[in-house]
């Protein structure tokens, strides 16, 4: 069964009979790309260090699914801390929606750990073994193993397995993930697991889906549309000042393009050189507006910069700018969304800053009794079972004690002295409460425990003593 070709390239990374185009951007050496060098290695190490950065006798980051803690720079949240979570994540929405309303993609261009690694890390040894695109090109069309791709593999398959406990440092620890690997697999079956499934992914994505993830995969990409407009900073092509595209005569110090098209000179700067198009790692080519697919790192305009350079015409033709700008008109910096973002960020840190502050150090709370509400000793008293439920917030240790606030002639019997928590341990700490028969009307009496920690912490909980109807 054949197909009817579809009426355009639907993506740039997609051959017309649906098969994928692979893409090998040539590099375009210039001003961005050693920017974006510095802040790309600046930000692996970052990336790699951070499980191992100590603060305040914690990770930096650590996102410890076990445990159900998340934390972060010396602060640990946990599911009670539901509210203070939430903040921290609007921060994290709004902080994303401003950047983006200001200066477009500039996370993924230059940001994001996918782009980093890959640019940074596999592609240039991919260039390292195989030589450029035309030969990565060459390789792809001859198919099988050649010792080029099968070492720049294995290559990729130590970096990927590497990276993969990195990664799994973010969830457990790097002291954890230190123990595990000094020990067998055996001991930690479901660590090694993760580590292997994690290295399979990364290898896929950077020897194989590379730009994917970008195009199809991330959200982030998709939601561009709402989160730009005309006067956001984008990556763009000047159509005013380009077209009509033409070849031209060279300049003094080059001769590139000698063809004038139809015997007259372009009126339009681009000369249709394609240098934009062939270092685009996702194969786009922006002279047709700004695309889904652009991830802003800047290498068009790098390559049409160089390209400028060598016909002697001003750089720019591609640039950082703004549709409006492109347009003809003068490119706005104050807008509703770059005003209500912030004031929306500012509500919602300061939110957060107060909750976490006003946070509690432990959590308690009085639990209902399965069994009998109470039950008569043989000299006649009440014996009333209370329970508390304690949670310790704090990020130390404590020792917790029970006190009961009640009438003189009552007594209380706890099972243990006190109760070491560690921080986010929870235990329900048990008293019995002894009182006189008479002590109790319609069949109960209020009285209050005081919860109290080592540190100096205490609360007081008001609980209710059930006991029998009436006095006999
Ligand atoms: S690099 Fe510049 S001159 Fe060459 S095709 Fe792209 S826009 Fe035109
Ligand atoms: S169009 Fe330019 S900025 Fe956008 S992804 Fe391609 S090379 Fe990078």
């Not at 909750?355 to 069994?371: I, N, S």
């Not at 949670?391 to 002295?417: F, G, K, M, Q």
């Amino acid at each position: 069964m054949s197909f009817a070709p579809p009426p355009e390239r639907v993506l740039s990374t997609l051959n017309p009979d649906g098969s994928r185009f692979t893409i090998h951007p040539r590099v375009s050496p210039g001003r961005f790309h050693a920017a974006r060098r510095v802040v790309g290695y600046a930000l692996i190490v970052l990336f790699v260090a951070l499980p191992y950065v100590d603060v305040g006798g914690k990770p930096a980051i650590l996102l410890d699914l076990y445990r159900r803690e998340f934390t972060f720079v010396g602060a640990t949240f946990r599911p009670a801390d539901g509210f203070i979570l939430m903040l921290f994540g609007l921060t994290v929405v709004l902080g994303v929606f401003l950047v983006t309303a200001i200066a477009g993609r500039v996370w993924c261009g230059w940001g994001c750990p996918q782009t980093v690694y890959l640019e940074w890390i596999f592609r240039p040894i991919e260039r390292l073994l195989e030589g450029g695109p035309s030969q990565s090109r060459q390789l792809d069309e001859r198919g099988g193993l050649s010792w080029r791709r099968t070492t720049k593999w294995a290559v990729y398959a130590a970096l990927s397995f590497a990276l993969a406990h990195t990664f799994l440092s973010y969830f457990v620890g790097a002291s954890t993930v230190a123990q595990w690997v000094r020990s067998s697999p055996a001991i930690h079956p479901v660590g090694f697991g993760v580590v292997v499934a994690v290295t399979a992914l990364m290898f896929f994505d950077f020897a194989y889906f590379r730009e994917q993830t970008c195009v199809l995969a991330c959200p982030y990409g998709r939601l561009q549309s709402v989160l730009l407009d005309e006067h956001s900073l984008i990556i763009g092509y000047d159509q005013r000042r380009g077209e009509p595209r033409g070849k031209a005569p060279g300049g003094k110090r080059g001769r590139a393009f000698p063809v004038v098209r139809d015997g007259a000179a372009p009126a339009g700067d681009c000369v249709d050189c394609n240098a934009c198009v062939n270092t685009c790692p996702t194969g786009i080519d922006i002279r047709r507006g700004l695309q889904m697919e652009c991830i802003g790192c800047a290498q068009c305009i790098d390559a049409c910069d160089a390209i400028m350079d060598r016909l002697e015409r001003p750089r720019g033709l591609i640039r950082y700018t703004a549709k409006s700008e492109l347009a003809g008109r003068a490119r706005r910096l104050l807008r509703p969304r770059v005003l209500v973002y912030p004031v929306a960020l500012a509500v919602v840190v300061a939110l957060f800053v107060v909750q976490v502050e006003a946070r509690t150090q432990a959590d308690v709370w009085v639990l209902r009794h399965d069994g009998a509400p109470f039950s008569s000793l043989d000299d006649g008293s009440i014996s009333t079972p209370v329970r508390i439920k304690i949670e310790n917030r704090s990020p130390a240790t404590r020792v917790y004690r029970l006190e009961l606030r009640d009438a003189p002639e009552v007594r209380a019997i706890s099972p243990r002295p006190d109760y070491p928590l560690a921080p986010g341990a929870t235990t329900v700490a048990p008293l019995f409460v002894i009182s006189p028969r008479r002590a109790f009307v319609h069949g109960e009496r209020p009285a209050q425990v005081v919860v109290s920690d080592d540190a100096g912490w205490h609360t007081t909980l008001d609980v209710t003593i059930l006991g029998p109807e009436s006095s006999p």
